[in-house]
């Protein structure tokens, strides 16, 4: 079936330094995919929606200005913490959409970000 | 977007079956309810949709009452493998993003 894939799958940064978080359609196009993100013990917040060859659209709260999101193909959303900060360590996974089925969706592996 | 409300925790034995429900009293007409499960360190998985009455795939049941109020994932005989946090979600199938509720951690003791 349908892949999601992310990369990396861990990083360690220093505070104040960014990182760049892709996540790949393996076998599939996704003109959308969705950017979340999880602390421990609490569910997955909706960060982003990317969407390919326009900007990404925010939910409230989230700085975008921080979170840069990059949806260059259709195979390929990237999201970059910029200026990271120990608060932002977190677990940030991306989904795709299955065609014809909003609801059903492709989950990537996720990526552990700790900042240090 | 129908908030919904699941018990926080479950516990449960392995060979038995197990039911969680899934309370979601403002349901629109046009809401579909879908399960996700999610291991820890990984991304949820879909685990099963349905509208109303009864949809079983090799997975799970789901049973939704005629007043669609509720819904309830039904997972038969249990293994340890099975121990993960369930999330129930309604929303219209137009909407794209999902909404995660707090979701339910499910216990499979040997």
């Known amino acids: 079936g349908a892949v999601v894939s992310q990369h990396p799958s861990w990083v360690i940064c220093k505070s104040g330094t960014s990182v760049k978080i892709e996540c790949r359609s393996l076998d599939f196009q996704a003109t959308t995919m969705f950017w979340y993100r999880q602390f421990p013990k609490q569910s997955l917040m909706l960060m982003a929606t990317s969407n390919e060859g326009s900007k990404a659209t925010y939910e409230q709260g989230v700085e975008k200005d921080k979170f840069l999101i990059n949806h260059a193909s259709l195979t390929l959303s990237t999201l970059t913490v910029t200026s990271a900060h120990p608060e932002d360590s977190s677990f940030y996974i991306c989904s795709a959409p299955i065609s014809g089925s909003s609801y059903e969706q492709y989950f990537g592996p996720g990526t552990r970000l700790t900042v240090t | 977007l129908a908030k919904t409300t699941q018990p926080i925790s479950m516990d449960s034995y392995e060979g038995q079956e197990v039911n969680i429900t899934c309370s979601h009293n403002?349901?629109?007409?046009?809401?579909?309810i879908t399960w996700y499960q999610q291991f820890p360190s990984q991304g949820p998985r879909f685990i099963i949709q349905?509208?109303?009455t009864k949809v079983t795939n090799e997975v799970a049941s789901l049973f939704i009452p005629a007043d669609r109020k509720s819904s309830t994932l039904s997972l038969p005989r249990v293994s340890l493998s099975d121990t993960a946090v369930y999330y129930c979600l309604v929303g219209d199938r137009a909407r794209r993003a999902l909404t995660f509720g707090s979701g339910t951690r499910l216990q499979v003791q040997p």
């Open positions: 403002n349901i629109a007409t046009n809401d579909y």
């Open positions: 349905g509208y109303k």
